[in-house]
C-alpha cells in the first residue's frame, strides 16, 4: 500500500474518489495530487479515541446537537482526509429522501480530532488540522497520547497547548462541553479485571 502511494501522484481527486481501493485498510487520503496511507491506530489511540466518542455523544445526544464519526471521510478544500474523529453538528449530516445518512461527506468537521500514534508523523498530523481550520472547520484537537499533551486548533490562532490542570473546551461547536485534560489521559490506566470465583479469594 505504502508503494501505490508513492507512484499515486498527480492523480485529480475526482480520479481517486472513483478509485476502488480508497477505503481498503489502511485507509488513502488525498492531498492535493499526493497519496499516503493513513497510519494505522495503535492501542492508547484507540482507548483516546472510544472514550472520546462515547464523552461526545453523551453530551450531544440529549439535545440532538450531532454526532461523532470515528475515521469519516471528508472531502473538501481539494484534499480527502479521513480524520480520526469527526463531530458534525445535527444540521451539517445530510440525509436522503428516507431519512437515512447519506455516505458522503463533502463538508469540513465541524470538530476534527486527530490522536497521534507513535509512528505517525507530527508534522503531517498538524498540518491536517491546520487545513481544516483554514477551510471553514471551527475547532479542532490534536492529541498526544505519549507526550500527554492536547493542542487546540482555531482558524486565525496559533495552536494553543493546554496545560495538564487545563479542560477541553467545545465552544464554538458544543458550549458547555468541558472534558478535564488529565480525564482523557487518565483513560489509558488499564483496569485490571480481578477473577470471578473462588480464585478471587484464596485461602
Not at 501505490?4 to 478509485?19: A, I, N, Q, V
Request: proline share 9%.
Amino acid at each position: 500500500m505504502a508503494s501505490d502511494s508513492k507512484t499515486r501522484t498527480g492523480m485529480t481527486l475526482e480520479e481517486f474518489l472513483r478509485w476502488p481501493r480508497i477505503d481498503d485498510k489502511p485507509y488513502l487520503e488525498y492531498y492535493e495530487g499526493r497519496i499516503e496511507a493513513k497510519v494505522s491506530p495503535q492501542r492508547k489511540h484507540s482507548v483516546i479515541e472510544k472514550n472520546l466518542i462515547v464523552a461526545l455523544d453523551r453530551f450531544a445526544d440529549p439535545t440532538g446537537l450531532g454526532e461523532a464519526f470515528p475515521e469519516l471521510r471528508c472531502t473538501f478544500a481539494g484534499r480527502s482526509i479521513v480524520p480520526d474523529i469527526v463531530f458534525h453538528l445535527e444540521a451539517n449530516i445530510q440525509v436522503d429522501e428516507n431519512g437515512e445518512v447519506v455516505n458522503e461527506c463533502l463538508i469540513p468537521p465541524d470538530i476534527h480530532i486527530e490522536i497521534r500514534s507513535s509512528d505517525q508523523s507530527v508534522k503531517k498530523t498538524r498540518e491536517k488540522l491546520e487545513h481544516s481550520v483554514a477551510h471553514g472547520c471551527p475547532l479542532g484537537w490534536y492529541i498526544d497520547p505519549e507526550r500527554r499533551t492536547i493542542d487546540v486548533y482555531r482558524a486565525g490562532r496559533p495552536p494553543e497547548r493546554l496545560a495538564p490542570d487545563r479542560t477541553l473546551d467545545g465552544a464554538p461547536v458544543l458550549p458547555g462541553f468541558r472534558l478535564a485534560v488529565s480525564e482523557v489521559f487518565g483513560w489509558l490506566r488499564h483496569r485490571i479485571q480481578k477473577p470471578a470465583g473462588p480464585e478471587a479469594d484464596p485461602q
